[in-house]
């Protein structure tokens, strides 16, 4: 929506980003967020978001995957307001909640025997990649065409590229140094051959290959299961560190996440977003050998952040973690209606002749427009982009909360039900009709 087309409008939500735009550029404090309506939110209750003028929509969106026992979940949200007027802030020392935290997700990540906290998923991985570059002394980290893990410089490229850029240097923004975009290699997601080709091309280089073992940056592409085991075993073989990027797939997918799931372990785990159901957190974990290199262990990576392992977000966190602890069935029932979302998906498209592969895993669900099988980024640019956004954009009018935006993935939470998931379907086959004719 521009200014132009807000001039006159009259509704709260018009007003409330006509008033943003005044003092927050272009209104919004993130830049994907000002893409199809709504455009100013008022409230958030389990498994909606309300609107400044009161239209309700159910939300798949998940402010990016961060909400997953649904908005302002009792279970989190009375145990932050006890936390709150306790304990704020004192930087000094440790607090009881830090090292609680601490301790269940050293239980609960396979591969973690030590954390730190960080505020967001991009500083956790900052400092993958810091130590990572410190413990094998080199230069370069492999990331996949597609993969998204954050908004600094060492990572800000090659996401979603046009096909023309897809592969070459793709930086997400300008003021990067070209040093830093030189210093990150691109590999094509379940292709062990194109990392394989990378390792020749620069022996003895790469510090670490970063992956989000499914990447949801571009919807939901499932590995391989050959593929993570040839990677362990690859950068195992070449010095190298893995790094699993489980912002997104931990504790969402299982509460071990991904690697629970596949029963790979990295060297590095990072991970944030549905941790502290909606509260800012992020954590690194490995093993003890390679995370007594931070500073605060003596070591050589530094480690520092004003609001590191604050009491109120990890209250949040150590919420999330035991709530989903205690209730293995929330992954059952998040499955379970994943799979029926994406089963409904598929009869829609073969019903309507329309190519269509719903993908995904667990509760997380895409539904690309391109005919299966979807195993990589080259794949991708079969997707009919166009119809993608307009799905999203079209359920999203019909008070169904999709981003609409090119591969954007849609997230089902705790407090989704089977009857949302049914009358999900329902439109979305009427959409799904409009899109074809
Ligand atoms: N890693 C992955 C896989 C992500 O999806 C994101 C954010 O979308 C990040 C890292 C960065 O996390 P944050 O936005 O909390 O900095």
């Known amino acids: 929506m521009t200014t132009a087309d807000l001039a006159g409008q009259t509704s709260t939500g018009a ?76 930087g000094w020392g440790v607090t009881e909640p830090e090292v609680e935290l601490a ?32 413990v094998t002394g ?35 923004s300008r003021g990067i140094l070209p040093e830093a975009l030189d210093s990150t290699l691109i590999a094509e997601f379940n292709d062990l051959d194109s990392v394989r080709a990378l390792y020749a091309a620069h022996p003895d280089r790469i510090a670490a290959v970063i992956m989000e073992p499914i990447p949801h940056n571009v919807g939901a592409l499932v590995p391989d299961q050959e593929f993570v085991e040839g990677l362990r075993a690859l950068t195992a073989e070449q010095g190298s560190l893995l790094i699993f990027d489980e912002v997104i797939t931990g504790f969402r997918h299982a509460l071990g996440g991904y690697q629970q799931v596949c ?13 502290g159901n909606g509260y800012p957190i992020a954590g690194l974990a490995g093993p003890r050998h390679l995370m007594e290199h931070f500073s605060s262990a003596g070591g050589d990576v530094l480690l520092a952040g004003t609001f590191n392992g604050n009491p109120v977000s990890s209250a949040a966190a150590i919420a999330t973690i035991r709530y989903l602890r205690d209730h293995p069935d929330f992954y059952q029932r998040t499955h379970a209606l994943g799979d029926r979302m994406r089963a409904g998906l598929t009869a829609a498209c073969a019903e309507l002749g329309i190519e269509g592969t719903a993908a995904g895993f667990g509760g997380v669900f895409a539904l690309y427009f391109a005919a299966a099988p979807i195993r990589g980024y080259r794949d991708l640019m079969r997707n009919a982009d166009a119809a993608y956004v307009a799905f999203h954009r079209r359920m999203t009018d019909r008070g169904f909360l999709m981003l609409p935006l ?32």
């Open 263 to 275: 029963g790979v372990m990295p060297d590095l785990t990072t991970f944030g977003k549905a941790m």
């Open 15 to 90: 007003k409330l980003l006509a008033a943003a735009r005044t003092v927050i550029p272009g209104g919004v404090n993130s830049a994907t967020r000002l893409v199809g309506p709504p455009y100013a939110i008022a409230t958030a209750a389990g498994a909606y978001v309300t609107d400044a003028d009161g239209r309700r929509y159910l939300d798949y969106h998940a402010a990016f995957g961060a909400i997953l026992l649904g908005h302002a979940a009792p279970e989190v949200d009375d145990v932050v307001r006890a936390a709150i007027g306790g304990l704020d802030l004192v």
């Open 138 to 172: 080199r230069p370069l980290i492999v990331k996949f065409q597609g993969g998204f893990h954050g908004w600094h410089d060492a990572v800000a490229r090659n996401v979603i590229s046009a096909p023309d850029r897809a592969y070459g240097n793709d930086p997400l």
């Open 103 to 134: 301790r269940l997700v050293t239980e609960t990540i396979p591969s973690a025997e030590q954390m730190i906290s960080a505020m967001s998923g991009s500083e956790a991985v900052v400092q993958a990649i810091r130590l990572s570059r410190t």
């Open 406 to 437: 090119a591969l954007k993935r849609n997230h089902i939470s705790a407090a989704h039900t089977e009857e949302d998931v049914d009358r999900t379907l329902e439109a979305a086959c009427d959409v799904l009709r409009t899109i074809r004719d």
